[in-house]
């Protein structure tokens, strides 16, 4: 059976790269094997970004198993893992970004040969393991130095951070009044919160992070195409790009629907919170006398 293999978490080492805990689920694999993961291949298959750097050639998706071992709890070299078995594995990898979390390892020999579930069933190459979904950020903020002569010191340290966060999205930004910086994609606040505390911590840096906000989506109602927005500055040159100026534009921000258990005391407040941050109660059941 074709070799695949879920990855369970991963580090950066300054030395050795990227280290991955994975887990053999069908066939084995061994040192010397060359290898690639399923999200890497519809990436570059489709030609997208996918924050590799400037090249997208065949060896930035492929890699070649240079260790692998298992815990005991100290790092013990077996040279090969078999089905079952959950081990570590060193594949010269610089980038947490190539190997997320969930996503499943192949032999690079079959990432031309990725079948639908169909083909699979009569004796294809491996599909992808299920309940794999790559993390994405649900709020932006700007980050800024306090100093602008510390720009290129803030970059470097939040480039260090992002290599152990894999759930990170940096790109550079400009402001008039702030000068250069970096908006910071998270998954929420208290990641955000942590980003933050870590960068002060670790490298000394007081940095300005602007308040947060969510990412947008422009709809032209007649056409559907649709622009996503993270950045409330680029909201007046958005409707050419979705439509001529008489188009009807609508605009979608992120939602979320809560089940919330509080005690019976606390309702009041609750409903006055909710009420004042534009939530809508849908339902209200009383669990016991209590809650």
């Known amino acids: 059976m074709p070799m695949r293999a879920r990855i369970l978490d991963s580090w950066y080492d300054h030395l050795r790269g990227v280290i991955c805990l994975i887990q053999c689920v069908n066939g084995q694999i061994s ?9 890497l291949i519809s990436k570059f298959d489709d030609g997208l970004n996918i924050d590799l750097g400037n090249s997208k050639s065949n060896s930035d998706i492929t890699f070649s198993v240079q260790e692998l071992g298992i815990l ?4 013990l070299r077996t040279k090969t893992l078999y089905p079952g078995q959950v081990g570590f594995m060193v594949g010269g990898i610089k980038n947490v970004r190539q190997v997320l979390l969930g996503d499943t390892i192949v032999h690079a020999k ?29 709020l932006f903020a700007s980050c800024f130095p306090m100093d602008g002569v510390e720009y290129m010191a803030l970059a470097t340290a939040i480039e260090k951070l992002a290599l152990n966060d894999a ?39 007081s940095a300005l992070i602007t308040a947060p906000n969510v990412p ?44 919330i258990i509080t005690p019976a005391e606390c309702l009041g407040s609750l409903m006055t919170l909710l009420k004042e941050k534009r939530g809508t109660e849908i339902e209200t059941r009383y669990i016991d006398q209590e809650r």
């Open 31 to 39: 040192e010397n094997d060359r290898i690639t993961t399923t999200y």
């Open 72 to 75: 005991s709890p100290t790092p």
């Open 110 to 138: 079959t990432r031309k040969n990725l079948l639908t579930k169909e083909e699979n069933e009569i004796g294809g190459y491996p599909s992808p393991l299920p309940l794999f979904s790559p993390c994405l950020p649900n």
């Open 167 to 205: 759930s990170l999205q940096v790109q550079k930004e400009s402001s008039t009044v702030l000068g250069h910086g970096l908006r910071v994609g998270f998954l929420g606040l208290l990641h955000m919160e942590v980003f933050k505390q870590r960068l002060e911590d670790e490298f000394g840096i």
């Open 216 to 259: 947008y989506i422009f709809r032209n109602v007649q056409t559907k195409n649709e622009i996503e927005v993270v950045n409330l500055s680029d909201w007046a040159n958005l409707k050419e790009k979705v439509g001529s100026r008489k188009s009807r534009i609508e605009i979608l921000e992120p939602m979320v629907e809560a089940t």
